[in-house]
């Protein structure tokens, strides 16, 4: 289902991910605040794809009805990124045509972790990806 090597970002106060990480906490309150999302704490994980073909079949991040997940943000650290490298972002927001977004440094995707049926398309170089998920406040 998927070929990417994954760890998970604590927090760690005074470096490059702590940083990233508070990014992501403010990212989540003004979601919170701003689309009336009642989010509370969220996970932070950093994945890497080794090219080669690597990829993530289509899945969702949330299951409708359960106190999980609410919403997914991914941001790409991934420098000079070409077409040739694949690896490309496919949403397939319902009704609607596939959306496909390259994984180009600092580019940021956020959308509703229950709604939004996605997948990684084969990577042919590495790619890494800085991938949020944002729980209710009622999800412990």
Request: one cysteine or more; glycine letters at 10%.
């Amino acid at each position: 289902m998927r070929g990417d090597l994954i760890g998970w970002v604590e927090p760690e106060p005074d470096t490059a991910l702590g940083a990233l990480r508070e990014r992501f906490a403010l990212l989540g309150q003004a979601l919170s605040q701003g689309a009336y999302l009642g989010l509370g704490r969220f996970d932070l994980q950093l994945a890497c794809y080794p090219g080669g073909g690597a990829h993530y079949s289509r899945h969702v991040d949330a299951f409708p009805g359960q106190s999980n997940r609410r919403a997914t943000a991914i941001w790409y650290a991934n420098e000079a990124w070409k077409t040739e490298h694949g690896g490309v972002l496919r949403l397939h927001p319902k009704d609607l045509p596939p959306v496909d977004i390259p994984p180009m440094l600092d580019t940021l995707v956020v959308f509703l972790s229950e709604r939004i049926e996605h997948e990684v398309l084969p990577a042919h170089a590495r790619r890494l990806a800085l991938t949020a998920w944002y729980y209710g406040r009622d999800s412990g």
